[in-house]
């Protein structure tokens, strides 16, 4: 199968702009909004939400850095990656409606652990979920409220999400390796 390009950088602008005003409208604005974004590429991505976001409300939103390694019920099976600083905006999250964003959505365990490391920085009012690309298999019960581009997928193919922050180009891509296993 090779690999190829599933969303090329205006694609990617477009979901995220839509995402944007779909979390406004949910949210009825901006007032008690927090962004949490995922390291490492969820972060990015949250930032350029509140960047849309502020955009659109002439207003900024609060965005914070949720690390969700020490967190993971899949520690034994999975490398442990260096972790990212958790960084928290001021006002904190009691309260608030903080919407978790990631690049991909798989099997659930990254959101469950970012439940959890939520848990430890306060008590929000509600907790929302937006993910760039939402690739099915699920092994917990956990949906995304805000989706960039539903993406079908096998547990063999390789989902990539490549940003300009992180990677220096903007592009998500799907591939076969049956190397790679069961990874996002």
């Not at 839509?18 to 009825?28: D, F, P, Q, V, Y």
């Not at 937006?130 to 989902?159: C, F, Q, T, V």
């Amino acid at each position: 199968m090779g690999t190829r390009v599933v969303l090329e950088s205006a694609e990617i602008s477009r979901a995220l702009t839509r995402i944007s005003h779909e979390i406004i409208e949910a949210n009825k604005g901006v007032d008690g909004l927090v962004l949490a974004g995922i390291p490492t590429r969820g972060t990015f991505l949250a930032a350029r939400i509140a960047d849309i976001i502020s955009r659109i409300e002439g207003r900024s939103v609060p965005t914070a850095s949720l690390d969700v390694t020490l967190y993971r019920d899949d520690l034994a099976q999975n490398p442990t990656r260096t972790p990212h600083p958790t960084d928290m905006p001021a006002v904190g999250i009691d309260g608030c409606t903080v919407v978790l964003v990631d690049d991909v959505l798989y099997s659930g365990r990254t959101v469950r652990a970012a439940l959890d490391a939520l848990n430890d920085h306060g008590r929000p009012k509600a907790v929302r979920l937006a993910a760039l690309i939402d690739r099915g298999h699920r092994e917990l019960p956990i949906r995304a409220d805000y989706i960039g581009k539903n993406l079908p997928s096998a547990k063999h193919e390789r989902i990539s999400v490549r940003l300009v922050e992180h990677d220096g180009i903007d592009e998500v891509t799907i591939s076969s390796d049956d190397s790679v296993g069961d990874r996002a």
